[in-house]
C-alpha cells in the first residue's frame, strides 16, 4: 500500500459503447485504491450498446470532484482516434496522450457522404501540439493477445507504461484479475504486456 497521499492524477477515457471503457476505469479505481489513494470517477455515455460516445474522468487523489477541468488531464487514454481529438480540450502540453489509431466508422458520415479523417493526419498533428503522443496499434496488438476483446487492456498496459502513471503494473494486473473471469487472466495479461512494451519501444 502506497502511503503518498500528496499525488494528483487526472484520466481522461474515451471512445465508444462496446470496447470496455467503464470495465477499464473500474480496474484503474481499484488499483488506486489497494495502493491507497483516494479515487473518485465519473462516467459519461450514450447509446453505448449501439457504438456511442463513451468516457469516464478518473481523479486519483484528494479530490472533491470528479470532473477533470479543461486543461488538466495528466493522461487522455483513447480507445478511438477521432473521439481522443475531441478530448483534447483537457489536455496540457504536459499530458500524455496515448491512443489506439483503429477508427471505428460512425455510420452518419456514410449516411452524409462525408470521410473520416486520415489517421496519419491525427497523428501528425497531435505530434505538431502535443508533446507526449503516443498512438498505439491497439486492435493489432490485441489480436496478437489472443482477442480483438483484450483491446482495452493493450491501452491500459499502454497507459501504466509512461513513466508518471502513479500505480504500479502490479496492482494494475492484480485488479485486472479480480475484475475479469479467470479463463481469460492468460489473454489479457499478454495484452497488458503488449501494449506496455509499444510504449517502451516509443
Not at 3 to 18: A, E, L, P, R, T
Request: charged residues 20%.
Amino acid at each position: 500500500m502506497n502511503n503518498d497521499n500528496d499525488i494528483f492524477y487526472n484520466i481522461y477515457v474515451c471512445g465508444v459503447g462496446g470496447q470496455g471503457i467503464i470495465k477499464t476505469s473500474v480496474i484503474i479505481c481499484e488499483a488506486a485504491m489497494n495502493e491507497g489513494y483516494e479515487v473518485v470517477m465519473s462516467e459519461i455515455h450514450g447509446m453505448s450498446q449501439r457504438g456511442g460516445v463513451v468516457s469516464t474522468e478518473l481523479k486519483i487523489g484528494d479530490y472533491k470532484s470528479s470532473i477533470i477541468e479543461e486543461s488538466n488531464a495528466d493522461m487522455i487514454l483513447g480507445f478511438e482516434p477521432s473521439e481522443a481529438v475531441r478530448a483534447l480540450n483537457k489536455a496540457n502540453n504536459k499530458t500524455k496522450i496515448v491512443f489506439n489509431t483503429s477508427p471505428i466508422i460512425p455510420p452518419t458520415l456514410t449516411q452524409f457522404n462525408q470521410t473520416y479523417p486520415d489517421i496519419n493526419k491525427i497523428i501528425a498533428n497531435l505530434k505538431n501540439n502535443f508533446d507526449y503522443v503516443y498512438p498505439i496499434e491497439g486492435e493489432k496488438l490485441a489480436i496478437e493477445s489472443g482477442s480483438l476483446l483484450s483491446l482495452n487492456m493493450v491501452l491500459l498496459g499502454s497507459a501504466i507504461a509512461n513513466d508518471t502513471f502513479p500505480l504500479s503494473k502490479e496492482a494494475i494486473i492484480k485488479s485486472m484479475k479480480n475484475n475479469l473471469a479467470p479463463k481469460f487472466h492468460d489473454m489479457n495479461l499478454k495484452a497488458i504486456e503488449n501494449g506496455f512494451y509499444a510504449v517502451k519501444d516509443i
